[in-house]
Nanobody, 125 residues
Framework: VQLQASGGGLVQTGGFLRLSCAASERTFGRWVMGWFRQAPGKEREFVAAIGRSSSPIRYADSVKGRFTISRDNAKNTVFLQMSDLKPEDTAVYYC???????????????????WGQGTQVTVSS
């Protein structure tokens, strides 16, 4: 499975961005999809994940109410709509996929078999 993330960029505090991740896999609808991020000097952290039929959905506490994850199985694409962005959201954002991961492990980066190349999000203060 190849994952191609896009949509990152430079935005001011309070702004918004929409990340996209296109998957090469025709059975996209069978995969749990998610996003992680890694800020400079920090460990990679879970952001959000979405189930095969757009349910369930999980968010990190730090992004709840500001970020929305969604997917379009017909287009093999997962999205991360980010609003009210803060400087602490600055990071490289990675799209992830796994076919067999269980819900209790969604926040565990080591449980995802496939990773995209990352897209940089920079929020200026």
């Amino acid at each position: 499975v190849q994952l191609q993330a896009s949509g990152g960029g430079l935005v001011q505090t309070g702004g918004f961005l929409r990340l996209s991740c296109a998957a090469s896999e025709r059975t996209f609808g069978r995969w749990v999809m998610g996003w992680f991020r890694q800020a400079p000097g920090k460990e990679r952290e879970f952001v959000a994940a979405i189930g095969r039929s757009s349910s369930p959905i999980r968010y990190a506490d730090s992004v709840k109410g500001r970020f929305t994850i969604s997917r379009d199985n017909a287009k093999n694409t997962v999205f991360l709509q980010m609003s009210d962005l803060k400087p602490e959201d600055t990071a490289v954002y990675y799209c992830v996929a796994d076919r067999s991961i269980i819900l209790s492990q969604w926040e565990n980066e080591h449980q995802y078999d496939y990773w995209g190349q990352g897209t940089q999000v920079t929020v200026s203060s």
